[in-house]
């Protein structure tokens, strides 16, 4: 069935610092992969997207590109900020209505 | 922008009794779901709902729960006779197309429900 993996935090890092957090997918078919952003009270928002192999995402600094061959999402930023304290989650959507959510990821920036 | 709002922000009540957490979906959507999130864990599926029924539960989603869409416009979580563990965030989210896969769930701000 689908399901997403996720890396496991919680991640802390300096401000400036690059970013990476793993994901992976399993799923039949060609779904859509997606990254939420949960900022602290909040609900979840979209970061970004991608629809199909090989097409990268992005938005606010962060990248993920679609990888068929390792069946990846892996969500990436050069240059975090200390804004981007947030908690983040791999999404993707099932055959049915369903939308499967890695465990999320809380990532920390400091001064 | 359109957006899913929920009401109420925070609800705070006794064990055992009746909550109703209540959301307004974006308008021209066409697929509706809960979700829960018990304080810093993971986003946890409860339920979808389409064309005025459920399309897909999960095992969280028992007898104590139940939805509706009892006016065309809010989409109603109903949780029977409160446990304590039933303390979490509810997410109310909506899609407008589900069949291609592609299109994302957009969110609202959450219910806190605080059972005592």
């Known amino acids: 069935g689908d399901s997403v993996t996720q890396m496991e935090g919680p991640v802390t890092l300096s401000e400036e610092a690059f970013l990476t957090i793993n994901c992976t997918y399993t799923?039949?078919?060609?779904?859509?992969l997606f990254w939420y952003v949960q900022y602290p009270g909040e609900g979840l928002q979209l970061l970004l997207k991608?629809?199909?192999?090989?097409d990268k995402g992005s938005n606010k600094g962060f990248e993920a590109t679609y990888r068929k061959e390792t069946t990846s999402f892996h969500l990436e930023k050069g240059s975090v900020q200390v804004s981007d304290s947030a908690v983040y989650f791999c999404?993707?959507?099932?055959?049915?209505?369903?939308?499967?959510f890695g465990t999320g990821t809380s990532l920390t920036v400091i001064p | 922008e359109p957006e899913v709002t929920q009401t109420p922000s925070h609800q705070v009540t006794q064990m055992g009794q009746e909550v109703i957490l209540r959301c307004v979906p974006i308008?021209?959507?066409?697929?509706f779901y809960w979700y829960r999130q018990i304080l810093g864990q993971k986003v946890e599926f409860l339920v979808s709902?389409?064309?005025?029924?459920?399309?897909?539960k999960s095992e969280i989603f028992d007898d104590q729960f139940s939805v509706e869409r009892p006016d065309g416009s809010n989409f109603t979580l109903k949780i029977r006779s409160t446990k304590l563990e039933d303390s979490a965030m509810y997410f109310c989210?909506?899609?407008?197309?589900?069949?291609?896969?592609?299109?994302?769930?957009?969110f609202g701000e959450g219910s806190r429900l605080t059972v005592l």
């Open positions: 989210a909506s899609r407008r197309t589900s069949g291609s896969r592609t299109g994302e769930l957009f």
């Open positions: 799923a039949t078919g060609y779904p859509s």
């Open positions: 991608a629809t199909k192999a090989d």
């Open positions: 999404a993707l959507p099932g055959e049915g209505n369903q939308f499967y």
């Open positions: 308008s021209n959507h066409l697929y």
């Open positions: 709902f389409y064309n005025n029924e459920i399309s897909e």
